[in-house]
């Protein structure tokens, strides 16, 4: 795939979308690779996803205003849907994804890093969605998700006014959970990634799941999904294998923990 390159350590897969000289914008092959590598990753064997920019200055630029700026009404709606369509597939993933934002995360990029669970910034980095000043919305999810995220009172200011923020804005108000130096972005993410992976992948897809689901029903209905997924991890070797070594732990408090989980 030309605009993205994956690399899998362990049970850690890292996406890489590589077009540094157009700073990482999306246009419609970069998210044809895209959707092709979200496709081919083995998720028997891959617990955590971390995808990041190449080079130092992007994560991902925004879309392609280049080709957008010839669009018709029909095209444009077609490809808002080819962006929602990807970027919910990511979302909706079984297993946790984590975006390493190194750099300019606008538009198309900050509506990429809200599509997964997780957000670590490098302190250079900015997000935006700076559509309006361009004569469109946002197209790939950034009215619905930066909503969620950060209140929709912010995110309406953000939007309107199309002004970026630094990261240190952006983790005051909740759009990252945590900012790093540059050279210490990708390894805290694939340390934070391992960390995730080395859990038992049962219980922390079905985790997933239920924050997912839950945010989306009320409270009644939503716990009621919390138990059918608590319920669903008991009877796996994951459950016997935590449950086994933690009861082993408390008769001897000198034994190390080490529980080699399996995907069942």
């Known amino acids: 795939m030309g605009y993205v390159n994956v690399e899998t350590?362990?049970?850690?897969?890292?996406?890489?979308?590589?077009?540094?000289?157009?700073?990482?914008?999306?246009?419609?092959?970069?998210?044809?690779?895209?959707?092709?590598?979200?496709?081919?990753?083995?998720?028997?064997?891959?617990?955590?996803?971390?995808?990041?920019?190449?080079?130092?200055?992007?994560?991902v630029a925004g879309a392609d205003i280049g080709e957008m700026s010839t669009l018709s009404?029909?095209?444009?709606?077609?490809?808002?849907?080819?962006?929602?369509?990807?970027?919910?597939?990511?979302e909706t993933l079984p297993i946790p994804t984590i975006a390493a934002v190194n750099g300019f995360a606008l538009g198309g990029g900050?509506?990429?890093?809200?599509?997964?669970?997780?957000?670590?910034?490098?302190?250079?980095?900015?997000?935006?969605?700076?559509?309006?000043?361009?004569?469109?919305?946002?197209?790939?999810?950034?009215?619905?998700?930066?909503?969620?995220?950060?209140?929709?009172?912010?995110?309406?200011?953000?939007v309107y006014s199309a002004r970026n923020i630094k990261a240190d804005e952006a983790l005051r108000v909740g759009l990252v959970n945590a900012v790093y130096p540059q050279e210490e972005l990708l390894p805290a993410a694939k340390k934070l990634a391992a960390t995730i992976a080395g859990n038992a992948p049962i219980a922390v897809r079905a985790c997933k799941k239920a924050i997912n689901e839950g945010l989306e029903q009320n409270m009644d209905d939503a716990i009621v999904t919390e138990e059918k997924l608590f319920g669903s991890c008991f009877e796996t070797e994951d459950q016997r294998a935590g449950m086994g070594n933690f009861l082993k732990k408390k008769d001897d408090p000198t034994k190390v923990r080490h529980v080699a989980f399996q995907n069942k």
Do not use: H, W
Request: overall charge negative; proline content about 3%.
């Open 9 to 59: 350590e362990g049970a850690v897969a890292v996406l890489t979308i590589d077009r540094p000289k157009a700073l990482n914008a999306l246009n419609s092959e970069v998210l044809d690779d895209l959707n092709a590598a979200i496709d081919g990753l083995d998720l028997d064997t891959v617990r955590c996803l971390v995808i990041t920019g190449a080079g130092d200055k992007s994560f």
């Open 110 to 158: 900050n509506e990429l890093s809200m599509s997964c669970d997780i957000r670590l910034a490098a302190e250079n980095a900015v997000f935006g969605q700076p559509e309006t000043g361009l004569g469109i919305t946002p197209g790939f999810g950034g009215t619905q998700r930066l909503a969620r995220l950060i209140g929709p009172g912010y995110a309406k200011q953000l």
């Open 73 to 90: 009404k029909a095209e444009g709606e077609a490809f808002g849907k080819k962006g929602n369509d990807l970027f919910r597939k990511i």
